[in-house]
């Protein structure tokens, strides 16, 4: 069985791995174990026994504010994030606070990437001040202009790194800084309650297996 | 759920009967039924105990940052795909630091091996550029440790009767898991092709057993502990049955450099770096290896003396060599209605129609598939194929639909013990305790190349059956990318030129030194080698209790 993928492009990278086949697809580490295990804050308390069995993670701990990016950095980061999770219909990466998610990364488990996110951002801006006279930041370019600036660097290094980390950030435990509230995972249905009785979906529900195979397995 | 037991503990400075190095299936049955057996054992793991509150749903620390996986960053590895190139720093190899071994993490899939994958090699003659042989057991030798385990751990499952199943001398302890809107699928595609199927057989209790829960259905099982102990890996079972004994001492966060042999040639001892990275010399009577495929050929290969150059219990030259993974095809489905399949066990159903395949095919092997969504959100999101929109609104809405109601048709196979594919020894790179860092030399043989792409189209044929909307097909190509099946690279042989552990596990070369686990395979198996190795491991235990009484250790 080979359960991931991993980019060979860079050595030592979280984000900027290329994603691929296989069973699932999983990014490489850029932390020691010794930090993790105090980075890390563990709940004490024992392990659930009810039926509704919440998840691990303490929605209630929001980040206060951000810990390596200047306000304005943070912001650029945050409105790329939010062109990859849009609020549209329903909340998007912005809501779920997935800034914080990637803030508290450059400090943590991603550290070795601070700078090339910096790089990164500078360059963005630099395409952006190059293409837009009077305009310094990202942030400040509507949504169209930010779509088709992000378009301009899609296949590149930088945009498939602040994607993976949008990602991450969305459906991360909240503990993390992102996902708040859970939005990531109401996006797709996963839901919070970590327990499940059959019928799970429509394929195993007693009518349609009568009306697929004649019986019930 | 039982709080763990204390287990004792051993002075260093006295020879113990037996150090087992490793507590995953393996390693934790060993040490199980020899402390029962009433010697006193002491095992060595590498990872930590972690406790129930721990095991959350935690996809970064999963996947991301290795937090009850091998490390990266302290236990590089390097990997080429010729011997002749320059190995370059990349994972390649994965499994879980935790006790329990890689069972903390799995998926529970516990299929037996069938007659053929003992034999097949007599049965169906050799390959071009591939060193298949028989094993030196049989399944019928093999088959009372099969039962021993599902009864000892808990194996839910129904014994099918279709034809070419193997026998088995006991039912399943538990019946089979809930079906999956997948496994109800395979069931609809397999009816439709005239193909067997049958419930897969999972190491996950369906009911209350031995004092533990039953699953909850939570879905976070691939790469995830189960907080609920209903997963039947080695932490839950195993180990605390071990400690139980009274007679078996588990240390963790023990990180072994090396095997200590005498002049007489017979090994003394285990040095390893306690979780403060000081040294410690365990002595004992003997050792028995069973730190997975990729670690214990390393282990043998850093322990290299004067009387064995090479490294320990390598005077075939075949430690290390014969890496094997299983192999896989891959193809993505969308389907019309919610098909959930991250909800309940991963695996329901399986077919193993395609075991034995037409020789006029060409090929020697086979395999088996399951229909799964293995895998939460996150990886989900990132794994999403290259055609779908990959940022924006239409990015969030294709993830809800792929999330719920797309599938992975699963083919697990046989893949061949190539000599040149292996583990060895990275001349420069060290870990962090000064080693010299895991190396992997692989690349897939053309023949299984073939047999990949043969399974990819029937695993078609399959979604097609079930209704597939659309299919999403993973390339095959050369390069696994990353795997966690590690097999082959201590084989079990009766000759000791073709072979680096006898019929017993014990080294040619060294009398009280015993491998047991995936290193042991000669073949592949067609997937889940799991029980395989465990049953092995009953297996072996056996006969070092009975060597050990008779003194011929």
Redesign the interface.
Known sequence: MRLWRLGKKRDKLTFTMTLSRREFLVGMSAVSAVWLSGAIACRDSAPPNADTHEPDANSAEQPAGFVHFAPDDAADVEAIAARIFPTDDTPGAREAGVVYFIDRSMTTFAVDQADFFAVGLRDLNAAVANAHAGVARFAQLGDAQQDAMLRTIEGGEFFGAVRFATIAGMFALPKYGGNRDFIGWNLVDQRSVMEYKPPFGWYDHPDNQIALLGRIL | ?QRPPAGRSYRTDEPVDFVVIGSGPAGASVARELSRKGFDVVVLEQGRAFA??????????A?????WTN????QPQTHRTNTQDTA????FV?YA?AVGGTSFHFTGNYWRFRPIDFNEFSVRGGVAGASLADWPITYDELEPYYSAVEWAIGVSGEVSTAPGEPRHSRPYPLPPL????????L??AC?KMGWSHK?APMAILSREFNGRQPC?????C??FPC??GAKSGANYTMIPEALRSGRCELRSECYVSRIELNTAGRVTGVLYFDRDKREVLQCAKAVVVCANGAESPRLLLLSANAQHPDGLANSSGLVGRHFM??G?A?TRAD?A????????PVVS?ITHQPYELDPALGFVGGGGFDFRF??????????LP?SEP????A??QR??SW??QSL?C?A?TTSLPVESNSVSLDPELKD?WGLPALRTTFREHEHDLRMYRWFQARGRELLDAAGALRMYD??INDD??????LLGTCRMGNDPAASVVDRYHRAHDVPNLFVVDGSSFVTSGR?QPTLTIQALAFRAADHIAQFAERNQI
């Open positions: 759920m129930p509150s721990e095991m959350e749903h935690d996809e970064l620390g996947f991301i940052t290795e937090r490390s990266s960053q302290t370059q720093q990349r994972p994965g630091k809930n079906v999956t809107g997948p496994g109800v699928l069931t609809v009816e419930a909850h259905n939570c879905g976070f691939l790469g907080e609920w993974f299983n896989a891959l389907f209605h919610e098909v959930n399949g991250h909800r309940g159903r293995d895998v939460p959100a996150m990886l989900m999101a990132l794994s290259a990959q940022w924006g609104s990015f969030k993830l809800h999330y719920n992975l699963y697990h962090a993973d390339p696994p990318g990353f795997t966690v099946h997937g």
